[in-house]
């Protein structure tokens, strides 16, 4: 990878999270984390709005924004696939939402590029949750954005039924099963239920912050994932 797409890769990586290490960056362009540090102090050099610290981590500052890029017939056919597999996992909600994007992209590129991507020959049957499992997934992962506590009925694999208020905190899918990541305030703890496990649900009124040991990152952080 030449340094000038190496620089431009940078930033577009630091724009899409909200902290990015400098081992997380040279793990993926596959570069030193010497290299990494270089490269983002000439980034700060040159005016690139990047704030944070070796050490601690990366993010772009509020307000920067690139151009609108135009994808490569190679990119165009990966964001087809992606749709195309993840959309019978998704609540159907985000279903249609991801394919109203993707129609968008496709509708801008050349038509060499759109053919490609259309004619793309991966395709994933609709062997996803349920119906009523997907329905719950769309209030699970409104509940997780809008921090809003839930109050769960929840039947386990031992076949026990329990009672718990927890706070949502992410969805994840497993193959064919979502669980929720949660801070159960019941047990004081975190604790994962499976979607299609979860009998009943209220959606209180009451929201939760961020409090340390509570959050999605300590919960990533106990598992050795970087959030």
Do not use: N
């Not at 959309?87 to 053919?115: E, F, N, T, Y």
């Amino acid at each position: 990878m030449r340094r000038a797409e190496r620089l431009f890769q940078i930033v577009q990586l630091v724009r899409g999270r909200r902290l990015s290490t400098a081992r997380w960056l040279a793990q993926r362009l596959e570069v030193s984390e010497r290299t990494v540090y270089r490269d983002v102090a000439d980034l700060m050099a040159q005016g690139v709005p990047i704030e944070g610290e070796a050490g601690v981590g990366y993010r772009m500052k509020p307000g920067f924004d690139l151009p609108p890029l135009m994808f490569t017939k190679h990119e165009a056919q990966a964001l087809v696939a992606a749709v195309r597999v993840a959309g019978p996992q998704l609540d159907a909600a985000l279903a249609r939402h991801a394919d109203s994007a993707l129609s968008k992209i496709l509708a801008v590129l050349p038509p060499a590029a759109r053919a490609a991507a259309d004619s793309l020959a991966v395709y994933a049957p609709a062997t996803g949750p349920d119906a009523a499992t997907r329905l719950r997934l769309e209030s699970l992962r409104l509940a997780a954005e809008g921090r809003r506590k839930l109050r769960l009925t929840y039947l386990d694999l031992k076949q026990q039924r329990s009672r718990r208020v927890v706070r949502p905190l992410g969805c994840f899918c497993w193959g064919e099963v979502w669980t929720l990541a949660a801070w159960c305030e019941t047990r004081q703890d975190f604790r994962s239920f499976r979607a299609d496990r979860i009998e009943h649900m209220d959606v209180l009124d009451e929201r939760f912050r961020d409090e340390p040991g509570r959050t999605l990152a300590d919960l990533m952080r106990q598992f050795g994932v970087q959030p």
